[in-house]
């Protein structure tokens, strides 16, 4: 069983086959003990290698250099620094791609990816996994055995094309063979007598190319993510053959890669790992004046989004999790040079801690002077000198030292549990009920309603929890899930915004759960279609109608943001300012409470939000994607009680907890703000950092950008 070191992790990704060749210095052999050496004085403990450069490793084909590596572990060992190796799949050599041009991905049918860049193979070509089992075979038996490695990484951020070649194609073929048994079933299970596209053999089936299709769609979604769980599986599989059983293997996740199912991926490895880049300087500023418009993508915005990539990184295995590559410095694009204040490289790193991570590694040690990413800032600038990065790093390092075993692998608290859906995000990406400002089609509409519900909790100083759907109950019987009583009793509220593909034992179980004493909070176009993503022919939410106690069969877009109100007498009394936005479902009430009601000439015939008692437990229906002020007091109302102790806290101030393994609180106090702020210790805790009491009722200061860590028995 794989085992990690009883502390955080803490380091950077190091290349040193990336590091100049000229001048004095370099000829001398002296960057690699200075790189080392300043590792260890800034407290690193781990350090990720060998991932990017399959032509290093074998320059030509079947002629391998595998000894370079060594003295970099050797180096990194005589300083107790850790090493994650990498396999290095995805980037391949030029000689491979000049000698096997069959291996080239396809973007559409016959439309091949140029080379010069990355990850533009076909992964599951025979070609490419003879060269590349190879590869991954002569490096791993090399360094398996060295006293340095703890653990793999095999590839690097996979899923990020959706591959068209005519053999993938081919293998979908054969996976909906197997799947349905025969062309009639898929017939009708996909509806393909509209249109005419009715087969008559599975000949007959088109390139995905131009389909509009939404059941196919969703299918072909599925089956490339499978592929990519089958390739990183497979690599894993390889990779254990001469790992020793204290090592682990992982892969390091975007988790807005298109062919990315999180929940799916990480099965067969021992630790979920991500990366999770955001916005430094203003856009970790609380009060939060990110505008709800603005799209979260493979970067973020906002303390909210950051914390919502850690719950998502910890969700993938409901459980703590490595931070494989997060900023360094600045980050993307070489216009976008936003390195963060003094103080927010500590804030984020605990951010993440909190929420779970058992390693904070940062892309990467030095910046590089060459390549795509050369103004990618690294903990070292060009020049190579230690500036004010490191040094911030550095006092980050004695401070994860100081913690010890207390912070590493955290159970996160949570008073709200959301359920996530990658096949519903993948629907609403090909068929968005959201339009974009311009009146386009907006392929973020899927976060579009869900995390306006996260957010909301985060406004209200709520801890969230997210779950795959089938980490509480899988249809397919795949996966052992929850009990309806289980779940009560670990997500006592939960919310399911957006679950638009559900299948009707979903349904079930969510009724069920209600019944048995949860809360059952559902979004817009939940339960709306059935496994396939088709309609349901029954008044919507479907199989939960009777449940809800309302029904709509109209829904609408809302082209700008509609006041609300609570209704009077009703537990739900809103500011002036609170609104609906997007959506609005047109809600029937048969036997609900409303709670509050649209503001508007046509759509205040209907409720925005409703609720029912079920059993032992409640119903709440919110038929629109709730405003900021609509989704904070929302989540109030659904957790009258926080989990944190926390109270009072001023505007620029997160408090999260959760439980360390050997059962003691942790507290993780931030202020968001360049103003300094005042916080009362709500229990008798002691300061991690400096060891010292501190009794309950005393004031405690937070400086600008300031993080404090407070333990408890």
Not at 623 to 632: H, I, K, S
């Amino acid at each position: 069983m794989a085992v990690l070191p009883a502390r955080v992790l803490f380091g950077a990704a190091y290349y040193h086959e990336y590091q100049p060749t000229h001048g004095p210095e370099y000829r001398r052999g002296e960057q690699l003990k200075t790189d080392l050496d300043l590792m260890a004085e800034a407290r690193f403990t781990v350090i990720r290698v060998g991932e990017s450069v399959w032509s290093t490793w074998e320059p030509e084909n079947g002629h391998f250099d595998l000894d370079w590596l060594e003295p970099v572990l050797d180096g990194a060992h005589e300083r107790g620094i850790a090493v994650v190796l990498g396999t290095p799949t995805y980037a391949v050599p030029p000689w491979l791609a000049r000698q096997y041009p069959e291996i080239t991905g396809e973007r559409a049918t016959g439309q091949r990816i140029g080379w010069g860049a990355r990850q533009e193979v076909d992964f599951t070509h025979p070609a490419f996994r003879f060269h590349a089992e190879r590869v991954i075979r002569k490096i791993v038996a090399r360094y398996a055995g060295h006293p340095a490695v703890i653990g793999f990484q095999v590839d690097n951020e996979p899923g990020n094309e959706l591959l068209y070649n005519r053999g993938v194609f081919e293998c979908f073929v054969d996976h909906l063979r197997a799947k349905y048994g025969d062309i009639e079933t898929l017939n009708r299970e996909w509806g393909l007598v509209y249109w005419s596209h009715r087969l008559s053999t599975w000949a007959d089936l088109w390139t995905p190319d131009g389909n509009v299709q939404p059941q196919y769609d969703v299918a072909w979604r599925e089956f490339q993510a499978r592929q990519v769980t089958e390739f990183i599986g497979w690599q894993a599989d390889i990779v254990r053959e001469y790992a020793n059983p204290e090592q682990f293997v992982t892969t390091c996740i975007s988790y807005t890669r298109p062919g990315v199912q999180d929940d799916e991926l990480t099965d067969r490895l021992d630790i979920a790992s991500g990366n999770p880049y955001y916005d430094m300087q203003d856009g970790l500023e609380l009060p939060d004046r990110t505008p709800d418009a603005h799209a979260q993508r493979w970067k973020t915005t906002g303390v909210w989004a950051l914390y919502q990539t850690a719950d998502w990184m910890f969700s993938s295995k409901q459980a703590p999790f490595l931070v494989t590559e997060t900023n360094a410095s600045s980050i993307g694009e070489p216009w976008h040079n936003r390195p963060a204040y003094d103080g927010q490289w500590r804030q984020a790193a605990w951010a993440l801690v909190g929420r779970g991570a058992r390693m904070i590694e940062y892309w990467h040690w030095h910046t590089l002077h060459f390549g795509a990413e050369t103004y990618w800032g690294g903990v070292l600038p060009h020049s190579g000198r230690p500036g004010r990065t490191y040094a911030e790093l550095a006092e980050l390092g004695a401070e994860l030292d100081a913690a010890g075993p207390l912070v590493a692998g955290l159970e996160p608290d949570a008073d709200i549990t959301m359920v996530y859906s990658t096949p519903s995000k993948w629907l609403m990406q090909k068929y968005p009920p959201i339009a974009t400002g311009d009146g386009g089609p907006d392929d973020t509409a899927y976060h579009r309603i869900f995390d306006p519900f996260y957010r909301g909790a985060f406004d209200a100083g709520r801890q969230v929890r997210i779950v795959h759907g089938r980490q509480l109950h899988d249809p397919s019987g795949e996966r052992e899930g929850l009990t309806p009583e289980e779940a009560v009793s670990r997500h006592p509220v939960l919310v399911v915004p957006a679950l638009y593909i559900a299948a009707d034992s979903t349904l079930d179980w969510f009724a069920a759960y209600a019944h048995a004493g949860g809360h059952l909070v559902l979004g817009p176009r939940t339960a709306y279609a059935d496994h396939e993503a088709r309609a349901r022919n029954e008044l919507a939410p479907g199989r939960l109608v009777d449940a809800a106690g309302v029904s709509y069969d109209e829904f609408s877009n809302l082209t700008q943001e509609i006041p609300v109100r609570g209704v009077p007498g009703g537990p739900l009394q809103l500011p002036d300012s609170a609104t609906a936005s997007h959506w609005a479902d047109g809600l029937t009430v048969t036997d609900a409470e409303p709670l509050v009601t649209y503001d508007h000439p046509h759509f205040g015939r209907w409720p925005a939000v409703t609720t029912r008692r079920h059993g032992a437990g409640q119903v709440t229906y919110v038929g629109t994607v709730p405003g900021r002020d609509l989704a904070r007091e929302l989540a109030s109302w659904l957790t009258p009680t926080a989990r944190s102790v926390w109270e009072d806290l001023p505007a620029s101030v997160t408090a999260t907890t959760g439980t360390a393994e050997d059962g003691r609180r942790v507290h993780i106090v931030h202020n968001w703000s360049w103003e300094p702020a005042r916080v009362t210790a709500p229990a008798d805790l002691t300061d991690v950092l400096n060891g010292s009491p501190v009794p309950a009722g005393t004031e405690l200061e937070l400086g600008a950008w300031d993080v404090r860590v407070f333990g408890t028995d």
